[in-house]
Each structure stands twice: as C-alpha cells, then as structure tokens.
C-alpha cells in the first residue's frame, strides 16, 4: 500500500510567489516523522525540514514552512518567495516506528517544481 | 572532509561485471542506507545498517551485496547485474533507530548496466 502520495507530478510557480507543494500519508502509528527533501538535477538528496507527528507547532525553516494537519494526514510544503535555484525535485518522506527499531525512511514519487522567471 | 561521500559518481558495466559502490559518512552517524532511484519511481529502500548490522533487507536480489565494516562505512557489491538495475544509488546516514534525525545522503552513484 502507498504510504506517502504526492499527487502533483509536476508544478509551475514565478519567481517570487509562494507555492504548496502536496503530500499525504497513511499510518496507523501515533508516532512518526514527516520529511521533505529537495533533489536538484546533482542528483543529491537535500534535507529541507521536518515535522514530528506530536509536535503542535507547524515546523518552519527559513522560506519553507510545512502545513501539518494530522487529522487529513497531509504535510503540505510551502515554499515562499520562490527563487530560480528552488527549481528541483521535492520528495516528501516518512519515518515510522520511531520507538525501537526501524529507523527507515518511506518517500513518495516527487513532484518536480520549475520557477519561471 | 564532511557529510556523506559516495563514489565512483557514475558507473558503466557489463552484465558479467562485478563492481563495488563506497560510501563513506564523517558525520558521526551509526545508522546507514542504501536507496535505489529508478526513473519514473519512488526511491526504494534496499538496505539499513544500525551499528555495523544489518537490520533491512527489502527483498533485494542477491545479485547486490551489502558491507558495513565499520559505522563510517558502506559498500554495496555488485555481481551479474541486469539493464533493469540501471538506477541512481544513494547512500544515506542518520543517528540511529527510535531518534528524530533526518538521513543526510549522498550525491548517488549513477550506474548503468549494458
């Protein structure tokens, strides 16, 4: 079963404007980790933010903020002020069973964001 | 050095071949990954090593091998590979099980298989 759906393949934002990038997940855990990672065409996996499932506050770093809402199960990526260089991949990702074993990452397929400028 | 380094960057070999990735973290992390990117695919998950164990193993072939020597080190071994095994491989690293760290990965190593 998908445990992480990004449903946007593909997304358009000027430069300049916000952008929400999508992403559910399904879990029966009440503890887990929400993360999203950017992927530039370096092929590199860069950590943008993370959420915890207990924490109340939405999780914020620098231009990106994440909209958690843990009753719809989605951890929706904001991106403020988009810049050229914010044009990459953008995976979100989740880590289950975050007492004990398990420490595993789980991402979903991507959704590829282009800035225009 | 810092982060995580993965080498070769890219790799073109034979089906007969048989090759190694390396990976190497100097970021203090015991927790180590190996991610199959596949084009059009989610990244999958192929192995997890927690303190030099191996505690994940996701249905993956025998064809590749994992090696943990050490907690800074990670090798992937590759024998009798197949077109379809064409991929990017990323290595990752984080502290280990039940904490709330992100995984910091490598560039990958881009292998094509002919």
């Known amino acids: ?117 | 050095e810092t982060g995580v380094t993965q080498t070769p960057r890219h790799l073109v070999m034979g089906m007969t071949n048989k090759k190694s990735l390396k990976c190497e973290q100097h970021l203090g992390h015991n927790a180590m990954y190996w991610y199959k990117q596949s084009a059009k695919k989610p990244l999958e998950l192929m192995f997890v090593y927690n303190f030099k164990e191996q505690t994940e193993n996701n249905s993956v072939p025998s064809r590749f091998s994992p090696e943990c020597p050490n907690s800074s080190h990670l090798f992937l071994h590759l024998h009798t590979l197949q077109p379809e095994d064409s991929a990017l491989y990323l290595c990752a690293s984080s502290q280990a099980a039940g904490q709330n760290t992100e995984a910091f990965f490598g560039q990958g190593t881009r292998l094509t298989v002919v």
Request: aromatic share 12%; glycine share 8%.
């Open chain 1, 1 to 117: 079963a998908q445990k992480i759906t990004q449903t946007q393949p593909g997304m358009f934002v000027q430069e300049k404007e916000a952008v929400t990038l999508d992403c559910t997940y399904d879990t029966s855990d009440q503890s887990y980790g929400l993360f999203w990672y950017k992927q530039p065409s370096s092929g590199e996996m860069i950590f943008l933010i993370y959420q915890g499932s207990y924490d109340e506050q939405n999780a914020t770093e620098g231009r990106y903020s994440l909209n958690f809402q843990k009753a719809r199960k989605s951890a929706n990526l904001v991106i403020s002020a988009s810049q050229l260089g914010d044009s990459a991949m953008y995976f979100c990702a989740m880590r289950e069973h975050l007492v004990g074993d398990g420490n595993k990452l789980v991402f979903g397929a991507g959704t590829i964001l282009r800035v225009k400028s």
